[in-house]
């Protein structure tokens, strides 16, 4: 029967030490982090960006600029006001019990005197730890609620500056077809060719028209 030093010495000479030390053992701290390092590397990140040319790469995220220091939990929770186990604090929380007991006993009176059943509290202490942090918890602003229609557009690998090139490309391809359609309609109501004041007058049709 082999002991634990000739194990380890087998282990050691089986397994590589740069293979046993690989990315497959999670590091502590690593780069000035308090806890592990839990971002996604490129294989894994899901979203995506365009680049350019119609391709699209694994969006990047740089690094927090808090990296190394502890967040307090009185910047998350709201904390007591009041010390603890003071006269005041005892009072309120008294008067809450009671205020909660009289009306559950008066919710049951108006129950029975109706023919109707008594519903009993089946919150469990769980469920109240939560709601108890949920109350703790800082307030936020609601978000609006997403309009069901909503359809999100489908990714063209393009990046901002293509997308706004085929847009001015298109808005000047239906300026020079308004800009026709207006020197026409100019030509049949005057008889006579435009000049640099109906040029002017047409091109302000032209805008007024893009602009609608």
């Known amino acids: 029967m082999k002991s634990f030093n000739q194990f380890k010495h087998d282990l050691t000479e089986v397994y590589d030490k740069d293979v046993a030390g690989s990315s497959q053992i999670k590091k502590q701290g690593e ?5 592990a390092n839990r971002k996604k590397s490129e294989a894994e990140t899901r979203r995506m960006k365009a680049v350019g040319g119609g391709k699209t790469a694994p969006v990047t995220y740089k690094d927090r600029k808090d990296i190394g220091s502890q967040r307090q939990t009185d910047t998350r929770q709201q904390q007591p006001t009041q010390e603890r186990g003071s006269t005041e604090v005892k009072q309120s929380y008294a008067d809450k019990v009671k205020a909660e007991r009289r009306k559950a006993a008066q919710a049951r009176i108006a129950a029975k005197k109706s023919g109707g059943e008594v519903k009993k509290d089946t919150t469990s202490s769980k469920d109240a730890s939560k709601q108890a942090t949920k109350l703790l918890s800082t307030k936020k602003t609601e978000k609006k609620p997403v309009n069901p229609n909503y359809k999100p557009a489908k990714a063209s690998g393009m990046t901002r500056q293509e997308r706004m090139k085929v847009t001015r490309k298109g808005e000047t391809m ?39």
């Open 174 to 212: 239906l300026r020079g077809i308004m800009k026709d359609q207006e020197t026409s309609k100019y030509k049949k109501e005057t008889g006579t060719n435009p000049d640099a004041k109906g040029r002017t007058k047409i091109m302000g049709r032209v805008h007024k028209r893009m602009n609608t």
């Open 31 to 35: 780069g000035g982090r308090v806890g």
